[in-house]
């Protein structure tokens, strides 16, 4: 079951934050999240596995809410190279990977 | 972070013929390895998952007789594309399956874009 995304697109000035946000029908075992330019696969960004868990690397942070099944990405002051597109996947019990359908970000100077 | 090679990056071909393209591990053998479609502006499909040494697992809808692949060994899968059609065209991305102490995490190869004239 593909989980959902929103928004699906979001345009921000340089420095600006942002929040996209992934959730599932379904009880979650773990989230993953990716950013793809375009042109290119898709690259690690990180992954959480217990509700409540927040992890973070350098200005982008994400958390895990187990009981809302859902996950949610923070960008804080955007820089240009943040732009692309960001993919939730998720790994519900029992089974296989699933990718959302994808937030386009695009991050103006 | 594991690397995860692919060949060709790009092919153009005629309708009817066959495409192979292959998905390297370079730094970690890898059991099991996904291949994925993308359309433009679409998100990532799964289209199999290649597994060393046995039949891969095709997803529902995925035509296995012209899509094979073949997971010969822990760091090289292929994915034949057979009697390719211009509707066949589209960005192949493979990725290999990392075992993690608690969970496992994918990584991506560069992809390789189709073009079937």
């Known amino acids: 079951q593909q989980p959902v995304q929103s928004p699906q697109a979001v345009i921000l000035r340089e420095g600006e934050d942002a929040v996209i946000n992934c959730s599932s029908s379904k009880a979650l075992y773990s989230v993953h999240w990716y950013r793809q330019k375009h042109g290119e696969a898709p690259v690690f960004l990180m992954i959480?596995?217990?509700?409540?868990e927040q992890k973070g690397h350098e200005k982008i942070s994400a958390s895990f809410n187990e009981k809302k099944q859902q996950s949610s990405l923070y960008l804080t002051a955007s820089q240009l190279s943040y732009s692309g597109t960001y993919f939730c996947?998720?790994?519900?019990?029992?089974?296989?990977?699933?990718f959302g359908p994808g937030t386009r970000l695009s991050v103006l100077p | 972070g594991a690397v995860v090679s692919q060949h060709p990056s790009w092919v153009i071909c005629k309708s009817g013929t066959s495409v192979k393209i292959e998905c390297r591990s370079l730094?970690?053998?890898?059991?099991?390895m996904f291949w994925y479609r993308q359309f433009p502006k679409q998100s990532l499909m799964l289209m199999a998952t290649s597994n060393e040494g046995s039949k891969a697992t095709y997803e529902q809808g995925v035509e296995k007789d012209k899509f094979l692949i073949n997971h010969a060994s822990l760091t090289l899968s292929t994915l034949t594309v057979t009697s390719a059609h211009p509707e066949d065209s589209s960005f192949y991305i493979c990725?290999?399956?990392?075992?993690?102490?608690?969970?496992?995490?994918?990584?991506f190869g560069p992809g390789t874009r189709l073009t079937v004239l």
């Open positions: 730094d970690f053998q890898a059991t099991t």
């Open positions: 996947g998720t790994v519900n019990y029992g089974q296989n990977f699933v």
């Open positions: 959480l596995l217990k509700g409540g």
């Open positions: 990725s290999a399956r990392v075992s993690g102490r608690v969970t496992d995490t994918q990584y």
